[in-house]
C-alpha cells in the first residue's frame, strides 16, 4: 500500500461546479498535511496547508480526518483557472522528509 | 526575486555521458533537495542536503550524486546516465526551520529539468 494515495482522476467538473477530492495516508503518526497545486509540466506551489481544526482560504477549504486518516480538499464556484493537478503531502514531524502522493489531475470544463 | 533556478531545462543526452543540472538558490535556505516525477508517480527525492556539506539518500538515490560545497548550490550528477533516468527534476529549497515546523512548509520550487537518455 502506497504510504499516501489520491485519485489520479481526470475530475471533469463543469465551471461554477463544487468539486472534492480526498488523499488517504498510511501512517498515523503523520503530523503536518499539505496540498500543492501543480500546472502542467511545471513545477508544484503550495496551495495550503492542512489544520487539525480545518482551513478556508477563499473558494478553497481542507479539511483532515485523523481517525480515518484522509485529508480532503473542495473546491466551490471552479474556475477555469483551477484546472491543474493537485498534490497531497504528508509529513512527520520526527523528520524532515516530505511524502508525496501522485496527485489528482483536475479539469474544469466551460 | 527569491528563487530557484535550474539549467539546463531541457537536455538530450545519450547513454554514459556524464551531465550535471545544476541548482541555486538566492534565500539563503539551509535545506536543499532533488526530486524527480514521473507520470503517474508523485515526488520522489532522490537526494537531500541540509546545510552545506552534509547530504543524504533519499527515496531514489542510485544513479545520482550530488555534493553542497556551498549554500546556494546544490547540482545533481548523473556520472552514467541510463534511459531509465529520463524523467522530470526538480529542485527544491528551504529554510530548515520551515519544515520542522507543522504549519510552516515554504519549499521553493525549481521550474523543472527534463532530462532524455537516448
Known amino acids: 500500500r502506497k504510504e499516501v494515495e489520491q485519485d489520479p482522476g481526470p475530475f471533469n467538473v463543469p465551471e461554477g461546479a463544487t468539486v472534492a477530492f480526498n488523499c488517504t495516508y498510511s501512517?498515523?503518526?503523520?503530523?503536518?498535511f499539505f496540498w500543492y497545486r501543480q500546472d502542467c509540466r511545471k513545477e508544484p506551489k503550495l496551495l495550503m496547508s492542512?489544520?487539525?481544526?480545518?482551513n478556508e482560504d477563499g473558494r478553497f477549504t481542507a479539511q483532515l480526518n485523523r481517525a480515518s486518516q484522509y485529508i480532503s480538499l473542495l473546491i466551490r464556484d471552479s474556475k477555469l483557472s483551477d484546472s491543474a493537478t493537485y498534490l497531497c503531502?504528508?509529513?512527520?514531524?520526527?523528520?524532515?522528509?516530505?511524502?508525496w502522493g501522485a496527485g489528482t489531475k483536475l479539469i474544469i470544463k466551460p | 526575486e527569491a528563487q530557484v533556478t535550474q539549467n539546463p531545462r531541457y537536455l538530450i543526452t545519450v547513454t554514459g555521458k556524464k551531465l550535471t543540472v545544476t541548482c541555486s538558490q538566492n534565500?539563503?535556505?539551509?535545506?536543499m533537495s532533488w526530486y524527480q516525477q514521473d507520470p503517474g508517480l508523485g515526488l520522489r527525492q532522490i537526494y537531500y542536503?541540509?546545510?552545506?556539506?552534509?547530504?543524504d539518500k533519499g527515496d531514489v538515490p542510485e544513479g545520482y550524486k550530488v555534493s553542497r560545497k556551498e549554500k546556494r548550490n546544490f547540482p545533481l550528477i548523473l556520472e552514467s546516465p541510463s534511459p531509465n533516468q529520463t524523467s522530470l527534476y526538480f529542485c527544491?529549497?528551504?529554510?530548515?526551520?520551515?519544515?520542522?515546523?507543522?504549519?510552516?512548509?515554504?519549499?521553493?520550487f525549481g521550474a523543472g529539468s527534463r532530462l532524455t537518455v537516448l
Open positions: 542536503s541540509m546545510n552545506v556539506e552534509v547530504t
Open positions: 501512517n498515523s503518526a503523520s503530523q503536518s
Open positions: 503531502v504528508v509529513k512527520m514531524d520526527s523528520n524532515y522528509q516530505l511524502i
Open positions: 492542512v489544520y487539525s481544526s480545518g
Open positions: 527544491a529549497s528551504s529554510y530548515v526551520t520551515g519544515l520542522a515546523t507543522s504549519g510552516a512548509n515554504v519549499l521553493t
Open positions: 534565500m539563503n535556505h539551509e535545506y
